[in-house]
């Protein structure tokens, strides 16, 4: 898979993911290892925005991702397992 320029930078943590985090029950480090398990990627609804598309705990899960050009920052927006697609 040919990943988008912006796919090594460094990771920003919004508020929103972290309150997922403690919803449903992964950690940064978890977060972590889904992003470097990544099996694809695409556009999300949202312009500037893009699902990642990963594994944890023998599920899908997908993490919302928004690159910030200007700080070469990814800003992770949310992460869910799949079945909870549409409570983001």
């Given at each position: 898979?040919?990943?988008?320029?912006?796919?090594?930078w460094?990771?920003?943590?919004?508020?929103?993911?972290?309150?997922r985090?403690?919803q449903?029950?992964?950690?940064?480090?978890a977060?972590?290892?889904?992003?470097?398990r990544a099996?694809?990627f695409?556009?999300?609804?949202?312009y500037?925005?893009?699902?990642?598309?990963s594994?944890y705990?023998?599920k899908?899960?997908?993490?919302?991702?928004?690159?910030d050009?200007?700080?070469?920052?990814?800003v992770?927006v949310?992460?869910?397992?799949?079945?909870?697609?549409k409570?983001?």
């Amino acid at each position: 898979m040919n990943w988008p320029y912006w796919w090594k930078w460094e990771l920003e943590i919004t508020p929103h993911v972290e309150k997922r985090m403690e919803q449903r029950n992964f950690t940064e480090i978890a977060l972590r290892e889904m992003l470097d398990r990544a099996v694809g990627f695409r556009s999300d609804e949202h312009y500037g925005r893009y699902v990642i598309e990963s594994r944890y705990r023998r599920k899908g899960w997908e993490v919302i991702v928004e690159p910030d050009s200007e700080s070469e920052l990814l800003v992770i927006v949310t992460a869910y397992p799949v079945e909870e697609s549409k409570e983001r």
